[in-house]
T-cell receptor
Framework: QKEVEQDPGPLSVPEGAIVSLNCTYS??????FMWYRQYSRKGPELLMY????GNKEDGRFTAQVDKSSKYISLFIRDSQPSDSATYLC????????????FGKGTTLSVSS | DGGITQSPKYLFRKEGQNVTLSCEQN?????MYWYRQDPGQGLRLIYY???????QKGDIAEGYSVSREKKESFPLTVTSAQKNPTAFYLC????????????FGQGTRLTVV
């Protein structure tokens, strides 16, 4: 079992839809959870950063972490064509000498 | 503006040649990372450095080398020993300890011809 699993999609939705992106993980030591957005041929940009369990909201984006289920989600409300990108989850145990572990990314397409 | 600069954006290399990718950051971050991204593979860690003059191998270090002589700079050399070097290479940095988020450069697309 890979440490982080993420459905690659592609996921296609109409403009205005609510999008749900998810990752599961196996390492119970993970405490820091991030979502990155990556446009084609660009570097990933940080969207959301969450520590431990709970929800975090930023505009149209909501990140949820359920450590008991080892499951994280990113919700996008009122999706826009500009949200079309690849979304990568990433997580870390936060220990010195370790690095972020990434999911493979989910490709999202929002049509107008 | 603070950030991470990777150069060049596109790079072509002949088989058998070494090539060095540049990564510079002015965020005053201690930690720096190199990832490789291939279609369908996600990001795979090549090398990372938590502090100047120290670095560790990641999951796919074979055929690559790095140096960390300055806090701001973490160049990656793709050697002729790397069997499949054509890929998108991403450099990132973070505050030390990796319990904080990492910030990425815009990447270098390396093509072996």
């Amino acid at each position: 079992q890979k440490e982080v699993e993420q459905d690659p999609g592609p996921l296609s939705v109409p403009e205005g839809a609510i999008v749900s992106l998810n990752c599961t993980y196996s390492n119970s030591a993970f405490q820091y959870f991030m979502w990155y957005r990556q446009y084609s041929r660009k570097g990933p940009e940080l969207l959301m950063y969450t520590y431990s369990s709970g929800n975090k909201e930023d505009g149209r984006f909501t990140a949820q972490v359920d450590k008991s289920s080892k499951y994280i989600s990113l919700f996008i409300r009122d999706s826009q064509p500009s949200d079309s990108a690849t979304y990568l989850c990433a997580m870390s145990a936060g220990k010195a000498g370790t690095a972020l572990i990434f999911g493979k990314g989910t490709t999202l397409s929002v049509s107008s | 503006d603070g950030g991470i600069t990777q150069s060049p954006k596109y790079l072509f290399r002949k088989e058998g040649q070494n090539v060095t990718l540049s990564c510079e950051q002015n965020l005053n971050h201690d930690a720096m990372y190199w990832y490789r991204q291939d279609p369908g593979q996600g990001l795979r860690l090549i090398y990372y450095s938590q502090i100047v003059n120290d670095f560790q191998k990641g999951d796919i270090a074979e055929g690559y080398s790095v140096s960390r002589e300055k806090k701001e700079s973490f160049p990656l050399t793709v050697t002729s020993a790397q069997k499949n070097p054509t890929a998108f290479y991403l450099c990132a940095s973070s505050r030390r300890g990796l319990n904080t988020e990492a910030f990425f450069g815009q990447g270098t697309r390396l093509t072996v011809v």
